[in-house]
């Protein structure tokens, strides 16, 4: 029996596996790399909004209102680089009494996929701050 000479069968095949490999294998890799720091961004913008948020309903405590703590999250979002299209800020609990918690929570939009200032679908990232009011603190 004679053993076949296979060396002239396979030319070619290196090429497509490195171009499907790059296609299917690299590029979303790539993607999802450069997506990565975009929520990092916007989860920080998020948590530093809520507490800040509650921050300013503590100190103003018994006159705090929920919408300037509204305002003040939207602004530390803003300074964040966060649109205020992208935020929805909630105010669950503003701390009535002494030894209650006040209680904010920031909704920031958190692209799916995106690079270089294009954006494909989306999800939302709720970072909720809760602080609670000194049970000896005077009015």
């Known amino acids: 029996m004679r053993a076949t ?4 069968s396979e030319h070619g095949f290196v ?3 490195w171009v499907a490999a790059i296609a299917i294998l690299l590029l979303p890799i790539v993607v999802l790399v450069a997506t990565m720091p975009g929520w990092a961004e ?5 948590t530093v909004a809520a507490r800040e948020a509650a921050r300013d309903l503590v100190d103003n405590w018994p006159n705090g209102n929920s919408d300037s703590a509204k305002l003040v999250a939207l602004d530390v979002a803003a300074d964040h680089g966060v649109d ?3 935020v929805d800020i909630r105010v669950p ?4 009494a002494r030894g209650d918690d006040v209680v904010v929570e920031v909704e920031v939009t958190m692209p799916a996929i995106g690079v270089s200032g294009m954006s494909v679908g989306s999800w ?8 609670r009011i000194d049970d000896f ?3």
């Open 5 to 8: 000479d296979r060396r002239g």
């Open 15 to 17: 090429a497509i596996e």
């Open 42 to 46: 916007r989860r920080h913008a998020a």
């Open 84 to 86: 205020a299209t992208d």
């Open 93 to 96: 609990s503003v701390g009535d």
């Open 124 to 131: 939302h990232y709720v970072a909720r701050a809760t602080r």
């Open 137 to 139: 603190r005077s009015r």
